[in-house]
């Protein structure tokens, strides 16, 4: 404690083991010691003040509209005013940096890092404050206790419905905001097998009615994975009926579509026609092109998005900001037909039985074995941990990927897969840092407000968050401040980094990052959609 002009103030270090203390410079603000470093938070004595105060921030309200400096406050977890605000508890010194929304990342795979590693620190040092789980037709639930799920997920826990997953997660606290789609993969895999084909009528009732099971414990929606088993089995007319299912809760589908190659503009048109048939909006998962013969069509692709937005449909849509995509091997690849071509551009990141080869390229380790690649590629694709096997791929051209990035409906997300081992995917740990470092500040593809607005205002909207993306009076007080002049992506395709420029985080008006460092706090809730 120190008495400063007839008062006490404790300074401290939230969420540490201790208190840390520093002294009042002649500025009249804190002198932070190397352990504050360039934050500060000062609990002044009790009165009518706010719980906490952030001052001189260049305010992003998240709405795309110009930022303004100016503090704000917080308290009871919500935005509680914007402007010149009195004195507070507790207070951060935002001078020269950004304060915004909270980012939504709209696409992850977190479903079992919230239960395994709940902090899920990759998220909150990028300023992710809340997710999006049940990607690509696959979620962690409903699931069977004891039978872990044979898909890249490998969900093993003491649940079987969306609400007892939520009530396990919420048990121990998490880091983030999540919201979360049942996948129809995961719901058919555990009727009838991972390699099931067409379901009868008899199993989609089953199936619509595990969906709307879900949906009555508050799932956003249903995902749908068309490349992956069971899902590419599944034929248009069944996908109608199950998407249906969450029609009357006015939920979302969302899909990795069946092509993304040469078959790009059939498949949107496919996922097109069931929400025209269904009335479902349509949210199309990590939009791009690959395959260099296709490369500069992806604008003939938002073309089509357009047209069929201009007809009544709804569509939405997310991006990622890389020329690599990640997944499976065993997926890209059937063992009966290696596509060596595509082989040439496989990096492997995870790898249970050739850890050796994890950050390595198929054509290296190939030459190194004195194999072939087609022979090396078939070996991974058949090993007893085949679908544990994840790779990047590089087969998307920037110019496609910046074209989906700058559409006004785009959304980021950073669609990536939770690994602890292995070299993860950099998307993984740096998405919103590389779209506001290197494409809006070093490249100007976007401004830094709409910028922000792809990363908050537009998903939130979308995914019916109440209340989130947007940082104004009565909002959830989930906030990112970082430094525009440092805030990058650090990672590699073979080596993690966290990022720069992420100093402060506040989840539901809770500090869950503090100068950069975790302070342990898990302050995550549990969102649904409000429809």
């Excluded at 934050?39 to 105060?53: F, M």
């Excluded at 199993?203 to 799932?219: E, K, N, Q, Y």
């Excluded at 989906?404 to 995917?425: F, K, R």
């Amino acid at each position: 404690m120190v008495r400063l002009a007839g008062r006490v103030v404790h300074i401290v270090l939230l969420g540490a083991a201790k208190p840390f203390w520093t002294l009042t410079g002649s500025n009249g603000r804190p002198e932070c010691n190397n352990y504050i470093k360039s934050a500060y938070i000062a609990h002044l004595e009790e009165g009518d003040v706010y719980e906490l105060a952030v001052r001189g921030a260049l305010i992003e309200d998240g709405s795309g509209q110009q930022p303004v400096e100016a503090d704000f406050a917080v308290d009871g977890g919500r935005i509680a005013a914007i402007g010149t605000v009195g004195a507070a508890r507790a207070e951060i010194n935002a001078d020269g940096l950004v304060a915004a929304p909270g980012f939504v990342d709209a696409h992850t795979h977190d479903d079992m890092e919230l239960h395994s590693h709940p902090d899920n620190a990759p998220k909150l040092r990028q300023g992710v404050t809340t997710v999006i789980c049940g990607s690509c037709g696959f979620s962690a639930f409903p699931h069977v206790p004891g039978q872990r799920s044979p898909d890249f997920l490998s969900v093993d826990g003491c649940w079987r419905t969306y609400r007892e997953y939520q009530q396990v997660v919420a048990g121990h606290g998490i880091g983030t905001n999540f919201a979360a789609f049942v996948g129809h993969n995961t719901v058919q895999s555990l009727l009838l097998g991972i390699d099931s084909t067409e379901p009868s009528a008899q199993t989609l009732s089953l199936v619509r009615d595990d969906i709307r099971r879900a949906m009555d414990d508050g799932a956003l929606g249903v995902s749908t994975g068309l490349i992956y088993r069971p899902g590419r089995h599944t034929s248009t007319a069944a996908l109608t009926l199950i998407v249906g299912a969450v029609a009357d809760y006015g939920g979302l589908h969302s899909t990795h579509m069946r092509d993304e190659s040469d078959g790009l503009l059939e498949a949107i048109a496919e996922v097109a026609s069931i929400s025209q048939e269904t009335g479902v909006a349509l949210q199309i998962s990590h939009l791009k092109v690959i395959g260099e013969q296709n490369w500069g069509s992806l604008g003939t692709a938002l073309d089509q998005i357009d047209r069929f937005r201009a007809e009544g449909i709804d569509i939405g849509f997310d991006v990622y900001p890389y020329t690599a995509g990640s997944g499976p091997l065993a997926t890209y690849f059937p063992p009966d037909d290696i596509d060596v071509a595509r082989a040439r551009l496989v990096q492997i990141i995870r790898c249970v039985e050739y850890p050796h080869f994890e950050g390595r390229r198929l054509p290296d380790i190939a030459r190194e074995e004195g194999t072939s690649l087609r022979d090396l590629t078939r070996r991974l694709v058949t090993a007893p941990n085949a679908g544990e096997t994840l790779c990047n791929i590089f087969e998307i051209h920037e110019d496609d990927m910046l074209e989906a990035l700058s559409h006004p409906a785009a959304m980021v997300g950073s669609d990536g897969i939770p690994q602890q081992a292995g070299v993860p995917h950099p998307r993984l740990q740096g998405t919103f840092p590389r779209v506001l470092g290197y494409y809006t500040r070093d490249m100007a593809v976007l401004s830094q407000s709409a910028a922000i607005k792809k990363m908050t205002s537009v998903p939130a909207a979308r995914y019916g968050l109440r209340d989130r993306g947007l940082l104004r009076p009565g909002f959830a007080a989930d906030v990112v401040v970082f430094d525009p002049a440092t805030i990058a992506d650090c990672g590699t395709y073979t080596s993690r980094a966290d990022p720069n420029g992420i100093r402060h985080v506040l989840v539901n008006g809770q500090q869950a990052l503090l100068d950069g460092e975790l302070t342990g706090v898990r302050a995550g809730q549990i969102l649904r959609r409000d429809s």
